[in-house]
């Protein structure tokens, strides 16, 4: 382990190239999941290198929303979220047919009361600094293209590509963490398939200006956006999330079903926006940038998440919510856990307690979401891929506060343990219940 930190006044940050670099641990992705390991890491006093193939800040196609779970994380990473730039959300305001209902953010004993919203633009930046000053070894433009790993087959480096003249570099670590994203490249050239049997779904995004919706207290979610031609319910739900500059982040996401395949995101969102009352300004020549989309692998898509040396976080382990598509809360949790998990295991020797230590992230992981992503891969299948939210917001479910707040709770997965309430009660219950996947196989 290091002594101390790095000197906090001069945190270690480069653009590439640069010289071949050994770590304690390497983390592919700068991303909410490689910069909330490598952070939670250094703070443990490990040597850590954080690779990342862009230059912040950079764009990522995402909602940029974040709900109480995401927001915990973030005050567990001392993140700075009273400082300028960050927009609060009380609630979430659900839109299906004519009416509309307002839900606000529970107010549990381990989750704050509300949301925010900031752009991935700013927001990955700000956590890969929070990292560097960490004392965490941060090397932009660097783009890592393969593993290295012994004959036995267990990861002890990273192949990267760096510079202008794309010159190659070996970094060398006893333990990688994967936090590379949806393509999940590190863990494909380790072997680890995605279980095809798991949604992917897909969601597009784009801003526009809107100083009438960007300060709104709500994040807003349609659940009745139907496909232009075959005038189906979208197998999902779209969103306008307010940014608090003038602008707001508008999309929306769907599950392909079996049947009929991937939704035209693009065209269902033209149809949707042309419902929106002018005013909102939700029209062509208020956007900003082109429609982007991206895919996002739902309920543990990939395991066993760690095998050889190597740790999946965030996307690059299929970590994003079955039930309601959030990810970055998740990528910010697991990468704790990993970076938890790996700090032990490397006080330990080389070895079987070594290995039996890094066995535990699995373990760890499946404890914390197996049942409850079981259970939403189902809700999923059965209900969200054939006609969205739809359903679950029947006019029973919209009528009544207890079943709205249940819901709510149930999809961004908030309650206290123990149970303090109800609704707590009932969805622990109900977890519960559901046995959790063998943490190995799955
Ligand atoms: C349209 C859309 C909307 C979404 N909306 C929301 C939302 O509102 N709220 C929410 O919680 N979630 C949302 N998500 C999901 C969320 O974006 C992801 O779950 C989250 O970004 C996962 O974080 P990550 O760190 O695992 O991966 P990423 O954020 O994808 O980060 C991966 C990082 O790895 C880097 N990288 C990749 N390959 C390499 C390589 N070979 N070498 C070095 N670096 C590499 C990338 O450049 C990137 O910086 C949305 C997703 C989409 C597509």
Not at 68 to 77: S, Y
Request: charge should be positive.
């Amino acid at each position: 382990m290091r002594e101390a930190h790095a000197d906090q006044s001069a945190p270690d940050e480069r653009s590439a190239p640069g010289p071949s670099e050994d770590a304690q641990v390497i983390v592919v992705g700068a991303g909410p999941a490689g910069s909330s390991a490598a952070f939670h890491l250094a703070r443990a006093g490990v040597d850590v290198l954080l690779l990342e193939k862009s230059s912040f800040p950079r764009e990522k196609v995402c909602g940029d929303g974040l709900t109480p779970r995401a927001v915990h994380q973030l005050i567990r990473m001392g993140i700075d979220i009273k400082a300028p730039g960050w927009t609060r959300s009380r609630g979430m305001r659900w839109v299906a047919g004519e009416r509309q209902v307002e839900i606000d953010w529970p107010a549990l004993g381990g989750y704050p009361d509300f949301g925010l919203t900031r752009s991935r633009h700013d927001f990955d930046d700000i956590l890969a600094r929070h990292a560097v000053a960490a004392g965490a070894r941060l090397r932009t433009g660097v783009k890592v293209t393969e593993p290295v790993t012994d004959r036995a087959g267990r990861i002890t480096g990273v192949m990267a590509v760096s510079g202008a003249g794309g010159e190659q570099v070996v970094h060398r670590a006893p333990v990688v963490i994967a936090a590379d994203g949806a393509s999940a490249r590190l863990a494909l050239s380790m072997g680890l398939e995605r279980d095809t049997k798991r949604q992917i779904a897909t969601a597009a995004r784009r801003y526009y200006r809107s100083p009438e919706r960007s300060r709104e207290e709500f994040l807003e979610l349609w659940a009745d956006l139907r496909h232009p031609r075959s005038d189906r319910f979208l197998p999902g739900y779209g969103w306008i999330f307010p940014m608090g500059d003038g602008r707001v982040n508008v999309g929306l996401g769907a599950i392909p079903h079996r049947r009929h395949g991937k939704a035209d995101l693009r065209a269902t969102m033209d149809r949707w926006l042309a419902r929106t009352p002018e005013a909102w300004g939700l029209r062509e020549e208020n956007a900003e940038g082109p429609v982007r989309s991206a895919a996002l692998p739902l309920g543990f898509n990939r395991h066993p998440l760690y095998t050889r040396g190597l740790l999946l976080v965030g996307d690059s382990g299929g970590m994003i919510s079955p039930w309601n598509g959030e990810g970055i809360g998740q990528a910010l949790e697991a990468g704790e856990v990993a970076a938890e998990t790996a700090a032990l295991a490397l006080a330990l020797p080389t070895g079987p307690r070594r290995e039996r230590a890094l066995h535990h992230y699995p373990v760890e992981m499946n404890r914390r979401w197996g049942s409850y992503y079981r259970l939403g891969n189902t809700a999923a299948d059965l209900v969200f891929s054939r006609s969205g939210f739809q359903p679950v917001l029947n006019r029973y479910v919209m009528g009544s506060p207890f079943l709205l707040n249940t819901l709510a709770r149930l999809l961004t997965n908030l309650t206290d343990r123990p149970s303090r309430d109800v609704i707590d009660h009932v969805l622990n219950t109900a977890v519960r219940l559901v046995p959790a996947p063998n943490a190995r196989r799955r």
